[in-house]
């Protein structure tokens, strides 16, 4: 949404900047001219980009300097007008105004300037030769536009230009002199690239080609206006179009064609298409949208699309189709990212082969834990991939599902869920981290090789309940009795665990279960690890939470799934 301020200002008198205010306003020239014009507002619906326009007159005469300062730091764009008749007015905009608006603004969010050459129904030739040198020397000047505020000419067109100044500024996008693409802008279009390249080969073939032209235009390209596209590629960029499709080479070349014929608005309807924002940041909205809410007692989960979205991902990356991400493969795919979102800790969360690259199930594995721990990262994570636009949704929020509450489940003895959290409790040394790297299928040896800076506190992968297929994560706690928060103690099953080995082991887990979940309906197992050493007796004197756990244990022996009727 925008809502501008455009600022006029005048080398000298009498050079028409009020008139032409005037005729801009009522389309008509004004018989009679006040000395300075009141702020004007002109509603969106009457202006060329639908924006609503603010128009304020400054004049030197009755303002002061104070005034002039306040009005350059709000204003949005400036239009600075000279009568195409005065010589001394156009001498006047470079050794006075712009070094004047240049004091006033920062150095790196200059504001934008049209210079507007008034009175040419006065003269019968154009000021231009005198104003490109100067265009050429400020970088901050989008255009000149000569018009007549007395019959109308180039009015609207001044208007439109002062719009598009600040809708489609040159400045984030191009460096005139250096005659390049500014890095952020190459960067952001080459996410752009990556994300449209569906099948990642680095070409952009004419399927993916009309895909993102309806994606950002709502219109495919007919078929021989592709050639033509492709064409003028291949005539000025070597290596532009490979296999009869745009290579990443060719698609920026394009870009900075249509930046250079003035056709700015074309490579920003792109970049706000893909979710940037007028510093080429991915926009705040794109990545966390407003509409997901979690109500307590419910849970986030992928649904079905998302999880088609990310198979896509994943075989779109695994390249020698080993059903594995190998480092290279990895980088590849969180190349659209700003940074690498994954550390080595997990590698040690969810399945890996033999060399240890995460495969299709651990891929899927983590983006479920990511979804269920933190679903405003899994939403900026999909963000980045660009779900919203593959996916054709309005926003990535699509691609979850809020569980109803926990509470409605145990009264109707059924779920939808397939997320299910199972809490690890157990004293130091008891076996906790061992159980958590089983689960992977990873032995004593595999787990002796990890370094304690890359271990993680968490394990998730499939298993299957009456035939279908379930998420079960588990999560070690720390073992520091006294600082339980309600995370630790939130989830559908509780593991008790104790080396077997230790006689006092056992105590620990008795305490937690007393004091935590002793009065609870949350189901709870005991787990003797280290089994193949001597067992020892527990030194813990039977109590009635040792009795209240073994009834519990009692009721859920049966079924010893955690799983089953959560």
Not at 192 to 212: C, P, Q, T, W, Y
Not at 311 to 339: G, I, M, N
Request: charged letters at 25%.
């Amino acid at each position: 949404t925008y809502d501008f301020l455009l600022v006029f200002f005048s080398p000298t008198a009498k050079v028409g900047k009020t008139s032409l205010i005037m005729s801009l306003v009522s389309e008509e020239f004004p018989q009679v001219v006040p000395y300075r014009a009141e702020e004007i507002t002109i509603p969106a619906d009457v202006t060329p980009e639908r924006v609503p326009t603010h128009i304020v007159d400054y004049s030197e005469a009755e303002q002061t300097d104070e005034q002039l300062s306040s009005e350059i730091s709000k204003a949005n764009v400036i239009c600075i007008v000279y009568a195409v008749n005065n010589k001394k007015s156009i001498e006047k905009v470079t050794s006075h105004w712009i070094p004047l608006i240049n004091d006033n603004t920062d150095k790196d969010s200059r504001v934008p300037v049209i210079l507007v050459g008034n009175k040419s129904d006065l003269v019968e030739h154009s000021s231009m030769e005198t104003i490109l040198p100067v265009m050429n020397q400020y970088t901050e000047i989008e255009t000149c536009v000569e018009c007549s505020a007395k019959n109308l000419k180039n009015i609207s067109e001044l208007f439109y230009y002062a719009q598009k100044a600040v809708l489609h500024p040159t400045g984030p996008l191009y460096c005139p002199e250096e005659k390049q693409m500014k890095l952020a802008c190459i960067k952001a279009l080459t996410r752009i690239f990556k994300v449209s390249d569906l099948d990642n080969d680095g070409i952009l073939n004419d399927n993916e080609l009309n895909f993102f032209q309806r994606t950002c235009f709502n219109a495919p390209l007919a078929s021989q206006a592709l050639e033509d596209v492709k064409n003028v590629v291949r005539k000025n960029v070597i290596d532009g179009v490979c296999d009869n499709g745009l290579t990443l080479k060719g698609f920026l070349f394009l870009h900075i064609l249509f930046i250079q014929r003035g056709r700015h608005e074309t490579t920003w309807t792109v970049l706000r298409r893909f979710g940037y924002d007028d510093d080429l940041e991915l926009h705040q909205d794109y990545l966390f949208p407003l509409t997901l809410k979690v109500p307590p007692d419910c849970t986030t989960e992928l649904n079905h699309n998302a999880y088609l979205f990310l198979q896509s991902v994943f075989d779109k990356h695994d390249k020698d189709r080993d059903c594995a991400l190998s480092p290279e493969e990895l980088k590849d795919l969180f190349d659209v990212f700003p940074y690498m979102p994954w550390g080595p800790d997990v590698n040690n969360t969810v399945c890996t082969n033999d060399q240890d690259w995460i495969t299709y199930q651990g891929f899927l594995s983590q983006w479920t834990l990511t979804t269920y721990l933190d679903v405003q990262r899994c939403l900026e994570y999909l963000g980045y991939l660009g779900y919203s636009i593959i996916s054709e949704q309005e926003s990535q929020a699509a691609a979850i599902t809020v569980t109803r509450d926990k509470k409605i489940d145990l009264q109707k003895k059924q779920t939808q869920r397939s997320v299910f959290r199972c809490n690890i409790f157990g004293d130091s040394g008891s076996g906790k981290s061992g159980f958590l790297q089983a689960f992977l299928g990873r032995n004593l040896t595999r787990q002796n090789i990890v370094s304690e800076e890359h271990m993680s506190y968490y394990a998730i992968s499939t298993a299957y309940v009456y035939g279908q297929e379930k998420y079960l994560l588990l999560h070690e706690v720390f073992p520091d009795f006294d600082v339980l928060s309600d995370t630790d103690l939130a989830c559908d099953i509780v593991c008790l665990v104790y080396d077997a080995s230790n006689p006092h082991s056992f105590e620990y887990c008795a305490r937690v279960f007393k004091q935590y979940f002793m009065d609870t309906k949350t189901p709870c197992m005991m787990i003797a690890a280290k089994s193949d050493l001597q067992e020892t007796k527990q030194l813990y004197t039977p109590c009635r939470a040792l009795k209240s756990l073994a009834q519990t244990l009692k009721l859920y022996l049966k079924p010893l799934n955690p799983l089953h009727n959560p």
